[in-house]
Structures are given as structure tokens and as C-alpha cells.
């Protein structure tokens, strides 16, 4: 199975050949520890989220994500600290041979409670990692300046 490619700040990041695709990412984050994917696509770790669809909302494209691919159920009310990330140079390849230009809406929520969690078809395992275990990482290049930006604000405390 061919792998999607990811892309920030490449220069040799192929041009998008699609609209690009918008998205919601969210940063779940237990004990000060980071929830991440091990996705099957290209056998990285990502951040959980998704690409919105044409019927529903930024928050509640967050929202189904989150229960896609973890089965974790979310209140709209959970999701703080939006922040938007459109640096044109974010690009996702895929084997299918479409090219998107990637903006995501990226909001965090903390959890008082160790959740329960499933794998949905896109990943093979949820892990929450530590502070230290981000720094070294095989994330997706999509994700770097949400992972920069949540370990420079001091990885989910606050």
C-alpha cells in the first residue's frame, strides 16, 4: 500500500492539483500527556482529526473525528483554545494522486478521566505521549507547527 506523503515548509512539496482541504484537529490531552494516532496510511503519528464535510461545522467536524477515531464522545462545550494554522506550504499527498493545500482548526481538551479509546479504521494504535517522548516523535509534517506550538506552551499545562 502506497503511503500519503506530508508536507511543511518543503520546497520540493509537490503543488496541490484539488481545493484545499479544511479540517479539524484536536490536541486531547490527559495527565499532561498528548494523545496521538499511529496512522495506517503512512505509518506515522498524528494528532487526531479529520477533513470536514460539506453539512457540518468546524466544531462539529472536531467532535466526529474525535469519536472516528477514538470513540471517545466529546461535548462542543470541551474544545477551547481555538487556533487556526493556513501556511500555504502545509500539503498532503495521497496515493490516489490528489494534492491538497491543508488549513486546520485545532482546538484542545483536557480530560479529568483516563478515557477508554478504540482505534477506528485509519489508525493502528492511540497513545498518550509525554512531554519528553514528543520531542522525539515520527509525526507527520503536517502537524510540526501544532506540536511546536503545544510543547512551546508548555505541553498542555494551563
Known amino acids: 500500500m502506497a503511503d500519503a506523503k506530508f508536507y511543511y515548509r518543503d520546497k520540493n512539496a509537490p503543488k496541490p492539483n484539488k481545493p484545499n482541504l479544511i479540517g479539524a484537529t484536536v490536541c486531547i490531552v490527559f495527565e499532561d500527556r498528548l494523545l496521538l494516532e499511529h496512522r495506517k496510511d503512512s505509518d506515522r503519528w498524528a494528532i487526531i482529526g479529520g477533513s470536514l464535510n460539506n453539512d457540518e461545522s468546524i466544531i462539529e467536524c472536531a467532535v466526529r ?16 483554545g481555538f487556533k487556526l494554522y493556513d501556511d500555504p506550504s502545509i ?10 493545500r491543508s488549513i486546520m482548526a485545532v482546538f484542545q481538551v483536557r480530560l479529568s478521566e483516563k478515557p477508554l479509546l478504540y482505534c477506528g479504521n485509519e489508525s493502528t494504535e492511540l497513545h498518550f505521549f509525554t512531554r519528553e517522548e514528543l520531542q522525539q516523535v515520527n509525526i507527520v509534517e503536517t502537524h510540526i507547527p501544532v506540536l511546536r506550538d503545544y510543547l512551546a506552551l508548555g505541553g498542555g499545562e494551563g
Open 65 to 80: 473525528e474525535v469519536r472516528e477515531e477514538t470513540s471517545l464522545c466529546l461535548h462542543p462545550d470541551m474544545l477551547t
Open 91 to 100: 500539503i498532503i499527498s495521497y496515493p490516489d494522486g490528489n494534492i491538497y
